[in-house]
């Protein structure tokens, strides 16, 4: 079964999963031609040249702050464990710095559940503290990765991964 693909000026684009047999045709809008099927998200019918054209896409410095709060809120690898780096979660760990500080903590530790899953169990604020520090210099970078990319002309698409990439 092949895919065909349609165009209507005022309709736009759609495509089927098959032939359409000749009363599913005679219900398509006056106006209905077939093309190629479309290449791409980007690509857009260009009724004059009878072909597609790429057009770019345009992103926003909305999109890419979206995409950086995405990118907090998934976290960052430290040490091996997957951490949130988002507001909720950089406050959890100075809250146990503060516990550790007032004794809080007895020597057994505390023993969280990461959103991956994975048990963790802190004993000392040192290594409270380490994972902080990451998850902070982590959201840091991430915010100052998002700023450099919302001064690009034009701004490219920031679900790239690559863009992300501490160099």
Request: hydrophobic share 35%.
């Amino acid at each position: 079964m092949s895919e065909k693909g349609y165009f209507h000026s005022e309709h736009g684009y759609w495509q089927t999963t098959g032939e359409p047999d000749a009363s599913i045709l005679a219900k398509y809008p006056e106006g209905t031609v077939e093309v190629p099927l479309k290449p791409t998200a980007n690509s857009k019918w260009d009724n004059k040249n009878n072909a597609w054209a790429e057009t770019a896409m345009t992103f926003k410095r909305q999109d890419v702050s979206g995409e950086a709060e995405t990118l907090i809120n998934q976290g960052a690898f430290i040490n091996g464990v997957q951490f949130r780096c988002d507001v909720d979660s950089i406050s959890r760990l100075e809250g146990l710095v503060r516990g550790f500080e007032r004794g809080a903590v007895g020597p057994e530790g505390k023993t969280y559940k990461t959103s991956a899953g994975m048990d963790i169990t802190f004993t000392a604020k040192a290594q409270v503290q380490v994972v902080l520090d990451a998850a902070d210099d982590y959201r840091d970078w991430i915010l100052e990765r998002s700023a450099q990319i919302q001064n690009m002309e034009p701004i490219p698409d920031p679900r790239d991964p690559g863009l992300w990439v501490k160099q």
